[in-house]
């Protein structure tokens, strides 16, 4: 019982300070939720690639991946199925950094990024999104490498930073877990749950869940 006057507490805390998007449940668990099998993962055999509108394709392994310039980010999580979760601490590379570092170059027609993950799963945003602060390609989790259902080695994760309310934020979907691959695209294209008819923009504050 008082486990739930707790989070009946600090979710009322929440939607008074704004940080609640409508519709949607404080949860302190972290949920799972995807489609299909945990993949295995062989670092020997693993890589990341970044392919289409780029000067040049680049390839790493886990070993170089591993080497590259982390960030730390402090953001809440929304998930289309209604749960929120807050203050959630993630790891990992920036895809600014490698720009920035001229690991990737991008071409002026670049406009979205298309998002590659085992199985043949993508997750679609706008550039500036996959740009922002508030986009990272995770490899740990509250202090810790990322479990296998939450994704590992890596994901793409995107959520809410509080004293951010200039950057735009999707649905949690909009990060792929597994993460394999980026394709910088001058095009959009549907990712995976965007063609079984969720919202292609998915934010959270205009409760974008399913395409109309």
């Known amino acids: 019982m008082d486990s739930i006057f707790r989070r009946k507490t600090e979710e009322?805390?929440?939607?008074?300070?704004?940080?609640?998007?409508?519709?949607?449940?404080?949860?302190?668990?972290?949920?799972?939720?995807h489609y299909g099998a945990v993949p295995g993962f062989d670092p020997v055999?693993?890589?990341?690639?970044?392919?289409?509108?780029?000067e040049q394709t680049?390839?790493?392994?886990?070993?170089?991946?591993?080497?590259?310039?982390?960030?730390t980010l402090i953001m809440d999580i929304h998930c289309v199925t209604r749960w929120s979760k807050f203050d959630t601490?993630?790891?990992?590379?920036?895809?600014?950094t490698l720009i920035e570092n001229r690991l990737i170059r991008l071409k002026p027609q670049?406009?979205?990024?298309?998002?590659?993950?085992?199985y043949g799963f993508?997750?679609?945003?706008?550039?500036?999104?996959?740009?922002?602060?508030?986009?990272?390609?995770?490899?740990?989790?509250?202090?810790?490498?990322?479990?296998?259902d939450h994704g590992y080695?890596?994901?793409?994760?995107v959520g809410a930073i509080p004293q951010r309310p200039d950057l735009k934020t999707p649905y949690f979907w909009k990060g792929a877990k597994w993460l394999r691959g980026l394709e910088?695209?001058?095009?959009?294209?549907?990712?995976?749950?965007?063609?079984?008819g969720y919202h292609n923009e998915a934010d959270i504050w205009k409760e974008q869940r399913i395409a109309e």
């Not at 080695?153 to 994760?157: A, F, T």
Request: charged fraction near 20%; charge should be negative; glycine fraction near 6%.
């Open 122 to 148: 993508s997750a679609n945003l706008p550039i500036e999104i996959a740009l922002a602060d508030n986009f990272l390609l995770a490899t740990h989790y509250d202090g810790a490498p990322l479990t296998p």
């Open 153 to 157: 080695p890596l994901r793409g994760v």
């Open 110 to 118: 670049a406009r979205f990024v298309i998002q590659h993950a085992e």
């Open 184 to 196: 910088f695209s001058a095009v959009d294209r549907l990712g995976f749950w965007e063609e079984a």
């Open 58 to 71: 680049l390839r790493l392994t886990w070993a170089e991946f591993s080497q590259l310039p982390r960030t």
């Open 12 to 33: 009322e805390q929440m939607k008074a300070a704004g940080r609640m998007p409508p519709g949607q449940f404080l949860t302190q668990k972290f949920p799972v939720l």
């Open 45 to 54: 055999n693993w890589d990341f690639c970044v392919w289409g509108e780029v």
């Open 89 to 96: 601490l993630w790891e990992g590379v920036s895809i600014r």
